[in-house]
């Protein structure tokens, strides 16, 4: 594949490859064994100065693949046209790794560029995230198939990219919100169409985690500001107490940053449950595969 934008635009095989590669590039790592697949290449990051955990391990992995990494914040939506910027990038680069509000932008940049784009976040989806925690959650669990994934929070990019990762390995995937924050129609009804496993809304957080063996979340979309839309919320807090509804070995994966005492409690995050922090070791891993995998098409 040329460009990693979505998790939906990647075909069963490929995503499965890119697990694969992952866990073989972690055991290269871990035994001090070369790998510098990308040597000679260039790599442009474009991340906002926020961006912590993605810019480091992007730009970490691509030092580790023997590519050169630029990192400036590209604004591609000013008076010079997308189409002359993508021209002259063009000239010079392998491959553009961008986090742009605009998924309409990213798909747009991919699609004039010969070099390789990646995703790093829009405000539809996050493939990259996603996929590094597939890893994780298979590395400690195996069989991905067979696990009940609850996914609490909002519908927005996180659970977007965790209901395209459902339609792609028939992941069994529930979301548990207040109404009115469920995901797209659309992007829902894509998983229930392609996964084996079973899709589902619900606004009962309790019966969402009947059984749960992975439970996920994101930020709230609301603070104390407005008060109404954090009173809907309040219930959704994934504390000790819930997880007793749960499988009593599942595993808890916040999407960070994450507030505590708001989508999950501090008890759970010192708990044996919390896997956050275990999880982001691989966006280094998985990135790295991402990028390894990755075919530019030069000749554009």
Known sequence: MKDLTSIQGIGYDQLNHLLHLAKEIKGKRQKGINFRPLSGKTVITSFPPTSLRTRVSFETGIFQLGAQSLNMLINFEDKEPVED???????WIDYLVIRHSEQGMIEKIAGLAGFSVVNAMSSKYHPCEILADLQTIQELRGDLASLKFVFVGEGANISNSWFNAAAKLDLNLTQACPKGYEVEEEIFEYAKAHSKGEVKITENIESGLENADIVLTDGWPVDEHDQEGFNKFKPYTITLEKIKIADKDCLVNPCPPFTR????????????????????????????????????????
């Open 261 to 300: 005492g708001q989508e999950v409690a501090e008890e759970v995050i010192k708990s044996k449950y919390f896997i956050g922090y275990q999880a982001k070791e691989n966006l280094l891993y998985m990135q790295e595969a991402i990028l390894a995998s990755l075919k530019p098409n030069k000749t554009m």
């Open 85 to 91: 910027k993508v021209g002259y990038l063009n000239n």
